[in-house]
């Protein structure tokens, strides 16, 4: 060990990536004591900075000579009361990582800044051996990765299923089996790229893109807390599919949502963009100080647009500097100071708190228009009448007060949603000591992350300034943190696979080449969303089968090397829109107030002492899609499982398996409703048993069944048959499931086998699955 | 379900055909990936199981467990001091002692005094180590409930009864490992048996009791047909999986539906009180119409960890209608009233079935109330974050001891101070875990249930 130990500077004189491997160290081991928090640091020594490191006196690590080193000296130390970290801190370093920071010490102790802080450059695509494969540029990074561990990207998923997969992806629903046999029969070069384009421009993308922000920004319908009274924010999620949907250039996207009534050219809907800063959640408790509210809303803004943004989990710093990262608790609160300027006064009570915006449809806004119209008329119709005819100055009084009731009624109906908007008198902020209201020390003015990139000049210390400087060129995280959130929509993991972590304790991308690629592309092309989109799906990366081997899954279980297609397991709200397209009980309304699906009985009246009840919607608001189910923020929809829980900000992927997932899929309403409209949709459509399998298994899963599958089915088919015939209460129980009505030609034993079929179905895994 | 049943089970949902026997076979053949799967804790621990009784809205220490007989003669008396729940709180500029409204008696063979407010429990205070000197770090439901669930205090984070699914997994896989028995959402909602950043498996399943006590538990089909179902649905997923090796994820899904399967017959089952004797029933005060509800949970309890599930919480009614007696300290009466004999019944019933030898009982309260108020005749108490009483009892626990004390007044812990997370750090210690040990990455660090406290209570372990 000792003799490869001084081998090893002559044999490699590398040295090791800081970035990579020596940091990580240093933050684990020792940033906790002597990192950028001051309160916690022990013996005044601070290790995350090459100037106190480094140092003249006395320094911790003299380049090129690690046997003179303090840092590595105590590393190892025999002693146990001077070995570092110390027995008590629990974890030891082991010998490869002692043995990393000796070689970097040894090849003169390089400093580096932290990758996620170095804003990512536009770099030419590499050479790879085999240029038949690559698609996109994109491609080139992961070929490369591929080719120097000698190993081959998959084939290309067969039609139907890379089919299937795009359109979940791109629009959350499965294709119509319409869909299906056109791109089937398309046998031109280019038929998936124009499928792509199709998807694109379907309204549905909107909504599909939407849910992973709404989770983001922690939209729901209610308040939260105890009382959780309702609230109208949905013209902002509307607005949010509608963004997608127009390709509103990101830039614009994050102006917007932060200062879109800063801006010199606000418009109305720039003014509800704004609305993402206002889906905190409200305390309407009685009893509780107004100002402490306020400031839990300003941790909660400046928390959310950190980890939506930058990708930073800034909460510890609430109360000391972060342990990591070169996060003070100073630039805490300088990042909060720009939210402190609102009119928002933590008061409860008003379950739509000021300011708020009036948001009428085009009805409500020309029925607005014409009273208002008519009653300035009315009123110059009333000012010519002579003053002595009583009975036309009633008349016209009457007229003008009805009028006004008119107009009074309809400002009632129009919905207000709740925005951002400053007050004349600015606030002053102040560093709360360990985060509490009534501890104010230092004060403090606006200002960003010193650590990240300068304020643009001349730009305003306001929330639009914040605004310009997230997007600014110079900002090396944002468009770093949202391609990765968008490719871990694709691909189940993101190519840094903490997205709420780009800090130092984060995950180093295996691939920061790629990532850095689609970062300066996305910035280049003016922040195109759906080119960005357009150019992941297009990707042969993207386009592999996801059919692994043994030795592949064995060598990379998550897909980190991307040497095949992504298969993971639906959203559960993508699980519930697919049962309601393949059964046909969909309704592609888009937009508008939420709607309130089934629940299982009992569950709001629980959770709020009966103050709360769930008054089910009847028709078509049961079968629109999961986007619009009414979200009580302090119990969820339960048809929503493994998702951010909509109470604060959260951008991290949940994906588990419960048994509670299966009795949902199993047993609820809408999943044995869609199955018994599955059923009759085929007992209606079609002949054989053999026709009307292979039909139904093609529109789940847009492929017919092989003669195994078949063979299953059938017989298990045989056996329901059996089942129900004998026990037509049964039947009758399970074909009566759900609202929609039933073909009452069809027999119920009949009904009921297939039915089963159908539920089988819908809970297969490669039906759960995006393949 | 045993190996060689499930093997069975499988079988049978090939339909006699041998076709695809093979397929299945090599399926059970591997290890299924999964969450639940029984660990192993750090060290040997006593407790295998928990039941954490959670008494919601703070308990007055100084009328139940924390005698203090200054308080009946200095009733009256002025004293100043700076407490979060007075200041600068209009009408609150004086203070003044107060005398609770019960007197305590020395019982059980240890001697411990309890008040006349919980004389079943005080019955039992001989199992019992009991903690005079606890103190949170918040005066608010909402944030001390949070912490005595999470060790966090502002934040989402994973709840005791995760942590401890997480370390040692279930043992009855048709049961969830934490269940949580409340028939009212108790103060920071959901957020007291979350799963937070821990895989979601471990999050508590809440029971609200009743015909359906879990969603969707009911089919609308008879359990034969489901049966047929989940056997064909197996059999074609393996089909499916067969060419993929995707094995572990599959085997997890498959798993979960037979799980799902399981759970339709053993939750109704382990709920179903009628299996139990009349004697058993009067034990935990069932009869009563005002301790039925609670004692039929306590009750549930006792059968949910005989049936392998690791944590149960019980709550005492939630956030509204508890333990917070601002206006009239009479309301404990009350609520001991509904309360008192279920929880001694749950602790005597699980003795005499030796069943406390590795089964922990916890109760406890988010704080305690004042010993104090405005005025000395104001009829209730306040919230009271720096001293109140909670008690262990069972598996690994010190028998009949009284740990710690709170000053003469029961204002301040100050004999051996027992902080939530040293009382987290004995729980986890009792289950045979560091709990600096046990621990979570997320968002770039290493998360525990004690933050970044915590001390073990050695005086209180066997």
Redesign the interface.
């Given at each position: 060990m000792l003799l490869i130990a001084a081998l090893l500077p002559i044999l490699c004189n590398q040295s090791p990536s800081f970035d990579r491997e020596v940091l990580p160290i240093l933050s684990d081991f020792c940033f906790p004591c002597h990192g950028p928090d001051a309160q916690a640091r022990k013996a005044s020594l601070r290790l995350d900075l090459p100037e106190t490191t480094l140092r003249k006196n006395d320094p911790l690590v003299v380049p090129g000579k690690p046997e003179e080193s303090e840092l590595f000296i105590r590393m190892g130390h025999a002693e146990p009361s001077k070995i570092m970290p110390p027995p008590k801190f629990g974890k030891t370093l082991n010998a490869p990582q002692r043995e990393v920071i000796r070689k970097w010490i040894a090849t003169g102790a390089p400093w580096a800044r932290h990758w996620a802080f170095v804003n990512p450059q536009i770099a030419p695509p590499p050479t790879v051996s085999d240029n038949g494969w690559p698609k996109q540029p994109l491609d080139r990074h992961v070929l490369k990765g591929l080719e120097s561990k000698g190993i081959k990207p998959s084939p290309e998923a067969d039609k139907a299923t890379l089919l299937r997969r795009v359109t979940l992806d791109l629009t959350g629903l499965p294709p119509t089996p319409a869909e299906v046999a056109a791109f089937m029969a398309d046998k031109s070069p280019d038929s998936y790229d124009r499928t792509v384009d199709r998807l694109l421009a379907n309204p549905r993308y909107g909504e599909r893109m939407a849910w992973d922000w709404l989770d983001a920004a922690r939209y729901a319908d209610t308040n939260g807390y105890q009382g959780d009274g309702e609230r109208t924010m949905w013209p902002w999620r509307d607005w949010v599919a509608k963004a997608f949907n127009r390709n509103l250039p990101y830039d614009t996207f994050t102006l917007w949502q932060i200062a879109g009534d800063l801006i010199p050219d606000a418009t109305d809907e720039s003014r509800i963009a704004t609305g993402f800063n206002r889906n905190y959640m409200i305390n309407g408790e009685g009893g509780r100080i107004a100002e402490e509210n306020r400031i839990d809303y300003l941790f909660d803004q400046a928390e959310t647009v950190a980890t939506v943004w930058l990708g930073l989990t800034f909460n510890c710093c609430r109360c000391h500097d972060h342990k990591f990262d070169s996060l003070p608790n100073r630039d805490y609160y300088r990042l909060m100071a720009f939210f402190n300027g609102t009119s928002i006064d933590g008061g409860g009570g008003n379950p739509q708190t000021p300011p708020i915006l009036a948001v009428p449809d085009t009805n409500q806004a020309s029925s607005r228009s014409a009273l208002n119209k008519a009653v300035m008329e009315a009123e110059k119709a009333a000012g010519a009448i002579p003053k002595d005819d009583n009975k036309k100055i009633d008349a016209a009084t009457a007229k003008i007060k009805a009028l006004k009731e008119d107009l009074e009624r309809l400002e009632k109906s129009i919905p207000k949603v709740m925005i951002m908007a400053d007050a004349p008198k600015p606030r002053k902020t102040f560093i709360l000591k360990t985060g509490l209201y009534n501890q104010p020390g230092e004060e403090v003015t606006p200002g960003v992350p010193s650590v990240l990139n300068l304020f643009p000049a001349g730009a305003p210390a306001n929330r639009l300034g914040l605004a310009r400087w997230l997007i600014a060129p110079e900002n090396p995280l944002t468009a770093r943190v949202t391609v990765n959130r968008v490719w871990t929509l694709f691909f189940g993991i993101g190519l840094v696979k903490t997205p709420e972590d780009f800090g130092v304790q984060g995950e180093r991308p295996l691939q920061q080449e790629l990532l850095d690629h689609l970062a300066s592309t996305f910035r280049g092309t003016g922040w195109n969303m759906k080119q960005l989109v357009r150019t992941i799906v297009t990707s042969s990366t993207y386009r592999q089968s996801s059919q692994v081997s043994a030795a592949s899954r064995e060598r990379d279980p998550d897909n980190r090397l991307l040497a095949r297609g992504p298969r993971f397991r639906l959203p559960s709200w993508m699980l519930r829109d697919q049962a309601l397209a393949t059964s046909g009980l969909l309704i592609e309304k888009v937009g508008g107030p939420p709607v309130k699906p089934y629940q299982p009985e009992g569950i709001w009246e629980e959770a709020t002492f009966g103050n709360k009840k769930y008054v089910q919607d009847k028709g078509d608001a049961l079968y629109r899609r999961t986007i619009y189910t009414f979200w009580r923020r302090i119990v969820g929809p339960t048809e929503i499982f493994d998702n951010a829980p909509r109470q604060v900000c959260s951008v991290k992927v949940y994906r588990t398996n419960t048994p509670l997932q299966a009795l949902l899929t199993l047993n609820d309403t809408t999943y044995v409703e869609a199955a018994r409209c599955l059923a009759q949709r085929v007992l209606l459509e079609s002949g054989t048993d053999e026709a009307r399998i292979r039909l139904m298994h093609s529109l789940v899963l847009c492929r017919e069944p092989n003669s195994q599958e078949a063979a299953i089915m059938l017989a298990s088919l045989k056996r329901h048959r059996q089942h129900f015939s004998m026990f037509k209460n049964e039947a009758e129980k399970l074909v009566s499931v759900g609202e929609s009505e039933r073909d009452l030609s069809i027999l119920a034993p009949e009904h009921a086998a297939w039915t089963m079929i159908a539920s089988t179905l819908l809970n297969l895994d490669e039906t759960l699955n995006k393949e | 379900m045993t190996m060689s049943n499930r093997r069975n089970f499988i079988r049978s949902s090939l339909?006699g055909?041998l076709?695809?026997s093979g397929i299945a076979t090599d399926l059970l053949a591997r290890q299924e990936a999964d969450?639940l799967a029984p660990r192993g804790a750090h060290f040997p621990g006593r407790a295998k199981k928990v039941i954490f009784v959670f008494f919601s809205g703070g308990v007055s220490h100084v009328d139940s467990f924390d005698p203090k007989p200054a308080l009946y003669c200095d009733h009256g008396k002025q004293l100043s001091l700076d407490h979060p729940e007075t200041r600068g709180r209009g009408g609150y500029e004086k203070l003044f002692l107060k005398r609770p409204n019960w007197t305590f008696k020395p019982r059980g063979k240890s001697g411990i005094e309890v008040s006349d407010l919980f004389p079943h429990i005080g019955a039992q205070i001989d199992q019992c180590a009991l903690i005079r000197s606890m103190h949170t770090s918040h005066s608010n439901h909402?944030n001390a409930t949070l912490g005595m669930h999470t060790g966090s205090f502002?934040?989402?984070r994973p709840s005791i009864g995760s942590w401890v699914s997480y370390g040692l997994g279930t043992e009855n896989s048709n049961l969830?490992s934490f269940m949580v028995l409340a028939?009212?959402?108790p103060?920071a909602?959901?957020?007291v048996w979350?799963s937070d950043?821990l895989?979601?498996?471990h999050?508590g399943?809440r029971v609200?009791g009743?015909d359906?006590p879990?969603?969707?538990?009911?089919?609308?089909?008879?359990i034969?047909?489901?049966r047929?179902?989940?056997?064909?649905?197996t059999?074609?997923?393996a089909?499916?999986?067969a060419?993929?090796?995707?094995a572990p994820f599959?085997a997890?899904?498959t798993?979960?539906?037979r799980?799902?399967?399981?759970?339709?017959s053993a939750l109704p089952e382990a709920m179903d009180l009628t299996q139990e004797s009349a004697e058993t029933k009067q034990l935990y005060g069932i009869e009563r119409p005002e301790a039925r509800t609670f004692g039929q949970l306590c009750l549930t309890a006792r059968r949910l960890v005989e049936r392998g599930v690791r944590f149960v919480e019980l709550i005492h009614t939630?956030?509204?209608?508890n333990w917070d007696s601002h206006g009239n300290m009479a309301d404990h009466g009350t609520l001991a009233g509904q309360s008192d004999q279920p929880v001694a019944g749950l602790i005597a019933d699980l003795a005499r079935r030796g069943m406390l030898d590795d089964v922990l009982v916890v109760w406890t309260s988010e704080f305690g109330r004042t010993p104090f108020n405005n005025t000395a005749e104001n009829p209730g108490r306040e919230h009271h974050n720096w001293a109140f009483s909670s008690f262990l009892a069972g598996a690994g626990v010190r028998k009949g001891y009284v740990h710690g004390n709170s000053d003469e007044y029961g204002v301040r812990a100050v004999e051996k101070p027992v902080h939530v997370h040293d009382f987290h750090a004995t729980i986890l210690h009792l289950m045979g875990f560091d709990h600096?040990?046990l621990t979570y990455r997320h968002?770039?660090?290493d998360y525990r249930l004690t933050d970044i406290a915590g001390n073990v209570v050695r005086d209180v372990l066997a």
């Open positions: - | 339909g055909s076709l695809y969450a909402f502002a934040f989402s969830p028939p009212q959402m103060y909602g959901t957020q979350a950043f895989p979601g498996a999050q399943t609200q009743g359906t879990i969603a969707n538990i009911k089919p609308s089909l008879s034969d047909q489901q047929r179902e989940i056997d064909a649905l059999a074609i997923d089909l499916h999986g060419g993929r090796s995707d599959l997890a899904r798993r979960s539906f799980t799902a399967f399981g759970m339709e939630g956030s509204s209608g600096e040990k968002a770039g660090r």
